[in-house]
């Protein structure tokens, strides 16, 4: 029987299987351990008995006004745990926290534009396209922003289309406070230049 739980710093050392594939996004410790911290309640794992773990999502919450939401930053299944409706289970969590404990306008997220079968199946959850981000990813490739709107946003306004391209720099809600105190203490320990490119201010 599969468990979903909150994801654990434990769940850190073996969660390897799942972050295989090429197309999940796989980041530092510390920043798996800050959402943890920041937000719990949007991290979550899916357990099989044995203990592996079959999948998992992070998410927070953020913006302002109408534009305060829940945001996926990832969510991602096993191969060998696919096509048992994990992910879906996982993205339900994660808006039903959204709209019961945050009252959030909507849910987005970000996909590859190349990557057909996960923006098909965001697009079976109920998701649409609002915008397209160029060169979000490591600066090569363009990123969907996804977005379902929430019971409150009655009239649907959120995911309304946006009729233009926009660049990683005009991404509303961007933000660096995870990488401001990692480049700090780089910057002090090696005296580094660090440029950090703008897709990686919006998580």
């Not at 997220?109 to 996960?118: E, G, H, K, Q, W």
């Not at 998701?127 to 929430?150: H, I, Q, T």
């Not at 649907?156 to 009729?163: A, E, F, G, V």
Request: net charge positive.
């Amino acid at each position: 029987m599969t468990t979903i739980r909150r994801f654990c710093c434990d769940d850190l050392l073996k969660f390897a299987n799942v972050n295989i594939d090429h197309l999940t996004e796989t980041f530092s410790m510390a920043f798996y351990q800050t959402y943890m911290a920041r937000w719990p309640d949007y991290c979550h794992v899916a357990e099989a008995p044995n203990g592996s773990i079959m999948g998992y999502i992070l998410g927070k919450v953020e913006g302002h006004n109408e534009n305060w939401h829940g945001h996926v930053t990832a969510v991602t299944v096993a191969p060998e745990y696919r096509r048992q409706q994990l992910a879906k289970k996982l993205m339900q969590i994660l808006e039903d926290i959204t709209e019961k404990s945050y009252n959030g306008y909507f849910v987005d997220l970000f996909v590859r534009a190349s990557n057909i079968p996960a923006i098909t199946m965001y697009q079976k959850l109920g998701y649409s396209v609002y915008r397209r981000v160029l060169r979000y990813y490591s600066g090569e490739e363009d990123g969907l922003d996804m977005r379902k709107a929430m019971k409150r946003d009655v009239h649907k306004k959120s995911i309304i289309p946006l009729k233009r391209e926009i660049t990683p720099e005009e991404l509303d809600g961007c933000c660096n406070w995870w990488l401001e105190p990692i480049i700090q203490q780089l910057q002090y320990i090696q005296g580094w230049k660090i440029l950090v490119p703008a897709y990686l201010l919006r998580k």
